[in-house]
């Protein structure tokens, strides 16, 4: 199969010598309710992780939930909860959101706040080596901009809407400097660690270090949103560096965002649209659809109307399904009609995940499980096929 390295920026055959695999996924900074951009990149990693179990692989999937952060502080501060209380809340939340979607749970969950000892510890090392520097706003790595590019393979102020002087700010030496350790916030916890001053982990050792130590080096693949190569990942890749843990990942990929008309939904400028809100008109079975309707990597446009197509042509599709796969299945591979679906199937998600392209296998299907019905046919290998999609895909959950 091919899948498309954000390292190379090309598709590439993945083919590990092991049938074991470590794959890793940026979660949510748990704050706010799930919405329309997570149920984006989830669903298209676990279509990836459903694929790679089909082929045979044994995946050990990881995923964090960033509970510390100065949303969660904040939160905290504005509901009068405690910080890890608070963030609590909204992990459950999300975890029933994305069952709701067919997504299946990761192998193991990963907090930082259970983490904070570790980068307090590489922060403390960092900074006695000279790696990193003390300010009144927390402990920065020292970055230079030469240092970047491995994800983005381009000089960065070029490269970016927002400029690098913005992300991690603070009193820095450089823009490209990465904070590894910040201040005490209203409403957050403090942690207090010989070495280093009263504070907080900083966003980006906390995603090296919980990676790392729960799968072994380098990590097959490591998912996460397009928004996440710069400053994140980058940086992740050079903490890796820095605390020296050599090769740390094979392949890097990154799905596209939802975006309105006028761009990303952005949480910036307070649009985010929660999955509990669409979720009122658009059954999460439908949404799901209607986001393998588009590659993994696009952009996805949100229109209302576009989820309520997506929603009738789904029901109009599980009408045939339901009635098939009463049935026992058999392998759809042994029957004339069916076999060149399993192959078109196939060949569409090894090409890089080509969802849409298997929704197009599925409307194929849907016309000869009907004739199929009709005409009292053989419909054993139809519900076989369904199972694959079952399977897969996660649709007719």
């Given amino acids: ?49 459903r694929w790679l179990g089909y082929k045979g692989y044994e995946v ?12 969660t502080a904040i939160g905290a501060a504005k509901s009068s909860m405690d910080e890890l209380e608070f963030s609590l809340q909204y992990e459950k939340e999300f975890l029933g959101k994305m069952k709701l979607l067919s997504n299946t749970p990761a192998t193991k969950y990963t907090r930082a706040s259970d983490f904070v000892e570790q980068i307090a510890a590489e922060s403390r090392k960092l900074l006695e080596k000279g790696e990193a520097y003390q300010t009144d706003q927390g ?11 491995k994800l983005l393979g381009v000089n960065l102020e070029e490269s970016l809407t927002q400029g690098t002087s913005e992300v991690d700010s603070g009193p820095k030496e450089s823009p490209h400097d990465t904070l590894l350790w910040g201040p005490p916030m209203e409403g957050g916890k403090i942690w207090e660690f010989e070495g280093l001053p009263p504070g907080r982990p900083g966003w980006h050792l906390e995603c090296t270090l919980m990676s ?13 949103g397009i928004d996440l190569i710069y400053p994140h990942h980058e940086s992740e890749i050079i903490l890796a560096e820095k605390i ?51 590659h993994y990597r696009d952009f996805t446009p949100y229109s209302p109307e576009g989820l309520l197509e997506a929603c009738q042509e789904g029901e109009r599709l599980g009408i045939n399904a339901v009635d098939c796969m009463v049935v026992e299945p058999t392998d759809p591979r042994e029957d004339e009609e069916t076999a060149p679906l399993v192959t078109k199937f196939e060949h569409a998600l090894s090409d890089d995940l080509d969802t849409p392209k298997t929704l197009d296998v599925l409307r194929e299907l849907d016309m000869i499980a009907g004739n199929r019905l009709k005409n009292k046919g053989d419909i054993s290998p139809i519900s076989g096929m369904y199972s694959v999609f079952q399977c897969v895909l996660g649709v007719f959950s």
């Avoid at 809100?277 to 059954?283: G, I, N, Q």
């Fill in 1 to 49: 199969m091919k899948l498309f390295n954000t390292a190379s920026g090309q598709k590439e055959d993945f083919a590990p010598d092991s049938k074991k695999l470590g794959l890793y996924i940026c979660g949510p900074t748990v704050y706010s309710d799930t919405h329309l951009g997570h149920a984006k990149s989830y669903v298209s990693f676990d279509i990836l992780k």
């Fill in 60 to 71: 050990n999937h990881i995923q964090n939930f960033t509970d510390v952060s100065d949303e």
């Fill in 139 to 149: 402990i920065f790595l020292r970055i230079k901009q030469e240092e970047h590019g």
């Fill in 212 to 224: 790392s130590s729960e799968l072994n080096l380098p990590i097959d693949i490591h998912w996460g």
């Fill in 244 to 294: 020296g843990l050599g090769s740390f990942c094979d392949f890097w990929m990154h799905n596209g965002l939802m975006e309105d008309s006028e761009g990303k939904l952005s949480k910036s400028r307070g649009e985010r649209i929660t999955l509990e809100e669409v979720f009122k008109d658009c059954p999460p079975p439908a949404l799901r659809f209607y986001l393998l309707g588009f």
